[in-house]
């Protein structure tokens, strides 16, 4: 393990990413509304701005030669005049971090204009411990407000537990909403952790969670630092409140907003075969870091470490990580929902739960493929039956049954999903007897009831 002042300095850096995760999104999110009044950028200025950024690259960016490779092309380009027609401050920065990620690939930099983030900054350090704590308690009900990143919790058809989850918090206050969340999940006999809109956070949230789904104590993953002469590990916690879930098939939900701590988590669970990771390629950012500033106006984010995965013994900084199941981010839910259906319906022997498993695997299948049934046919159901009345509105089925209208969506000719009600399916036959179309209603449980059409008089 590190030393004391590094590690300190690899949890401060740690927390200070789960701040600014934004980095992770494209540059142009930062836009002209961010600072009414901008500095004139002069020669003088651009000057100035190229070779502070290339000189912090160097002197704390996590690999120094690629460092000294980025100070390199900025300088270049600064001798050969190719900034000295910019004069908008965004378009600077824009370009400047451009430069900087096509020699290292590293989607973590970013370079900055915003003198008001400076100025807090500065006056951050040199607030009081009374000024800083109120700022700590500002924070945390900032985070408490979010529920600390846990935005979603439910229970799925088929008994499959869902988790949207949006950032791994770095405050030890969200233990009891860690906590709470996994107890919540405990009977699932699976589970589905959305990270398609995480952009990371802290790597203490990622080992509780971790410990849940891990029945050993297990490496997760290391850390190096830019100065420090040792490596930061984390490994599974030897105990978690309530139940684990190491039996539990896991699946994760990424996309190309998937970036740094939920990236790592993601990465542990693949490299070590616990989890389907079902979406797109995630945004490729593994090595975190911090603000610095270039001068009065201008900042450059600067990744100062590296995750180093002890079964890969590298990361997936630049890469991202690519889905055992690739789809895309819109459909990963549904995706994912039905792979494990069919996974669980494998697994038992249980004709009961087989029918329920394939009744919940049904409604899926009606909401992401529906059949294609030609208007003749569907024409043949349309009439009053003794439960409800079925009619054809723009080209598809409907049925009146009370006060209410569902939609029937087809997952066969003669097979139909209620959508908005999960407790029957609808299948017609033809009664040779009568000469007319029946209804018979299907319920999970296996149980059957027929409903008559009602002959026109």
Do not use: C
């Amino acid at each position: 393990m590190i030393g004391m002042n590094a590690k300190k300095l690899g949890l401060i850096i740690m927390l200070l990413l789960f701040f600014f995760t934004v980095i992770g999104l494209p540059v142009l999110s930062q836009g002209k509304k961010a600072e009414e009044k901008t500095v004139t950028l002069d020669a003088e200025m651009r000057i100035e701005v190229v070779k502070r950024v290339g000189q912090l690259m160097v002197d704390h960016y996590i690999f120094k030669e690629a460092a000294e490779k980025m100070a390199a092309k900025l300088n270049t380009k600064l001798d050969e005049g190719k900034y000295d027609k910019m004069d908008d401050v965004f378009e600077f920065t824009q370009v400047l971090t451009e430069d900087l990620r096509s020699v290292s690939k590293d989607r973590h930099i970013r370079v900055r204009y915003s003198p008001e983030a400076i100025q807090r900054i500065r006056a951050s350090q040199s607030k009081s411990e009374e000024e800083r704590e109120k700022e700590r308690k500002a924070n945390l009900e900032r985070q408490r407000q979010g529920n600390f990143g846990f935005r979603k919790l439910e229970l799925l058809e088929g008994n499959v537990g869902y988790l949207d989850l949006r950032g791994f918090s770095g405050l030890s206050q969200a233990g009891d909403t860690i906590v709470a969340a996994m107890n919540f999940l405990a009977n699932a006999h699976a589970v589905i952790i959305d990270l398609r809109n995480n952009g990371g956070g802290s790597p203490y949230t990622i080992q509780i969670i971790s410990s849940y789904f891990l029945e050993d104590y297990t490496h997760l993953n290391s850390f190096e630092w830019r100065g420090a002469d040792s490596i930061e590990q984390f490994w599974t916690l030897p105990y978690v409140p309530g139940k684990k879930l190491y039996d539990t098939d896991l699946y994760i939900l990424t996309s190309s907003r998937t970036f740094s701590a939920a990236e790592e988590f993601t990465y542990n669970m693949k490299n070590l075969k616990r989890a389907t990771l079902v979406g797109e390629t995630t945004g490729g950012g593994a090595h975190p870091g911090g603000d610095r500033i270039v001068n009065d106006h201008f900042l450059v984010w600067v990744p100062s470490g590296r995750a180093i995965n002890p079964i890969s013994k590298t990361n997936w900084e630049g890469t991202g990580i690519e889905p055992n199941i690739s789809v895309p981010r819109d459909k990963a839910l549904d995706k994912a929902h039905s792979t494990a259906l069919e996974k669980l319906m494998e697994k038992t022997d249980d004709e009961g739960k087989k029918r329920q498993l394939n009744w919940a695997l049904d409604g899926i299948k009606a909401k992401v493929e529906p059949a294609k049934v030609d208007q003749e046919i569907l024409k043949r159901y349309v009439g009053k039956y003794t439960r409800g009345e079925v009619s054809l509105k723009e080209g598809g089925l409907f049925i009146q049954a009370g006060p209410r209208l569902f939609k029937m969506v087809p997952l066969s000719e003669t097979y139909f999903v209620l959508d908005g009600e999960p407790s029957i399916r609808v299948e017609f036959t033809f009664n040779d007897n009568s000469k007319e179309y029946e209804i018979i209603g299907h319920f999970p449980d296996g149980r059957k009831e027929i409903v008559k059409r009602v002959k026109e008089k």
